[in-house]
Every structure is written in structure tokens, then in C-alpha cells.
């Protein structure tokens, strides 16, 4: 598996409150990306970047922001989280172009009571 | 915006049976990658096809990739218990991108 942790694994928390997911990645990869998983909907895209202080919005970006500030690390971040926010996370990245194959962290199960 | 159709979304077979999962798109695809998603894992890459009818093997697992480049099929011979998970296929749009299918959740009766 590729050199990627996501960070933390599994958090609880409360409706309004922010919320910061992860990522981190030893590959010196170009892009990075931040999907969440529900049940009947695959895989959504919410935010992507294909380098440093680079991003751009995906199929479900409102209420989440992003930033990269090091090739490494892209952290996702829920202003005020919202019970619908609640989702399984997952990062991915891949090396030269959107199109190349991505490989996934582990995962963020997200529970907003 | 550009989408991946793919189908069935559930299969539930009896072990040995075979298993075959489609995806479609409405418009050329650059390449189109499949991967697995085990139960509580995360999705795993498997193979990436980029010519037009393309097709590729590996042990009981058989991808196509259609002419025209819009179409592609993932086929499992005789299936076994260890073949369970979501099936994802992924295309390459013409914004540069990759377009996931919603996945083919495949059980596996023993």
C-alpha cells in the first residue's frame, strides 16, 4: 500500500462544532483527494489538489473547506459540522495527472451527533 | 457534469457461480481502472485499461475495455468467499479527472 495515513481514524462529534480531517502522504505525490462514502451514493469527490496551495471544488464541496500548505499534507475541514456530514472519509492521491491511479487511505468514520 | 454508470448496483451469488459488473459512460473515456473495496477497507486499485477493446486477466478476473471506448466489464469466473466487496470502476473524463462508478456490492454464499 502506498504511503498514506489518515488521521483520526474515528471521531464523534457535535453538531456546529469544527471538524479537521487529515491526510498525509510520504510519496511526494502530486494530487491529492477528499471523498466521502454512503451507503448508495459509491464514492463522491468534495475537494481535490494537484499541488501546493493548489485546490478546486468537487461534486460535494459545500461545507467543507481544504488547504495544502506541504506537498504531504491536505486536511479537510467541516466549519460547522452537520448531522449529514456524518460519512466515512477517505483520502487518496495519485502521482502526475488526474487521470493517474489513486491509491486510498485507510479511512475517517465521521459520526456528528 | 460527466458520469460512470454502473450495474448491477447488489449481486448475491452462491459460491463457484460466475459474476460480471458493467460500467457506461455517455462520452469517450481516456482509460478506465477498476478497483475492490473489502468489507471496512478502503478502496484498492486493480487494473487500468487504455486501448479500445482492451482486455486484460488476472487469474479468475477478466476486464474489458469496449471499442468505442465508452464501456467496460469486470468478470469473476467461479467465484469465491474471498471475492466479496464493492467493485469500483473508474474512467478517465475529458476534464482530466477521474469519474467513479457508485460500485457493485458482490456477495458471496458459501
Known amino acids: 500500500d502506498a504511503g498514506i495515513t489518515q488521521s483520526p481514524r474515528h471521531k464523534v462529534t457535535e453538531t456546529g462544532t469544527p471538524v479537521t480531517l487529515r491526510c498525509h502522504q510520504t510519496?511526494?505525490?502530486?494530487?491529492m483527494y477528499w471523498y466521502r462514502q454512503d451507503p448508495g451514493h459509491g464514492l463522491r469527490l468534495i475537494h481535490y489538489?494537484?499541488?501546493?496551495?493548489?485546490?478546486d471544488k468537487g461534486e460535494v464541496s459545500d461545507g467543507y473547506s481544504v488547504s495544502r500548505s506541504k506537498t504531504e499534507d491536505f486536511l479537510l475541514t467541516l466549519e460547522s459540522a452537520t448531522s449529514s456530514q456524518t460519512s466515512v472519509y477517505f483520502c487518496?492521491?495519485?502521482f502526475g495527472t488526474g487521470t493517474d491511479t489513486q491509491y486510498f487511505g485507510p479511512g475517517t468514520r465521521l459520526t456528528v451527533l | 457534469g460527466q458520469q460512470v454508470m454502473q450495474i448491477p448496483q447488489y449481486q448475491h451469488v452462491q459460491e463457484g457461480e460466475d459474476f460480471t459488473t458493467y460500467c457506461n459512460s455517455s462520452?469517450?473515456?481516456?482509460?478506465i481502472q477498476w478497483y475492490k473495496q473489502r468489507p471496512g477497507g478502503h478502496p484498492v486499485f486493480l487494473i487500468q485499461?487504455?486501448?479500445?477493446?482492451e482486455v486484460k486477466k488476472q487469474k479468475r478476473l477478466t476486464f474489458q475495455f469496449g471499442e468505442a471506448k465508452k464501456n467496460s466489464s469486470l468478470h469473476i469466473t467461479a467465484t469465491q468467499t474471498t471475492d466479496v466487496g464493492t467493485y469500483f470502476c473508474?474512467?478517465?473524463?475529458?476534464?482530466?479527472?477521474?469519474?467513479f462508478g457508485k460500485g457493485t456490492k458482490l456477495s458471496v454464499k458459501p
Open positions: 487518496a492521491i495519485s
Open positions: 510519496e511526494n505525490h502530486r494530487y
Open positions: 489538489s494537484y499541488g501546493v496551495k493548489d485546490t
Open positions: 462520452t469517450t473515456l481516456s482509460n
Open positions: 485499461l487504455v486501448k479500445s477493446g
Open positions: 473508474a474512467g478517465g473524463g475529458s476534464q482530466g479527472n477521474l469519474i
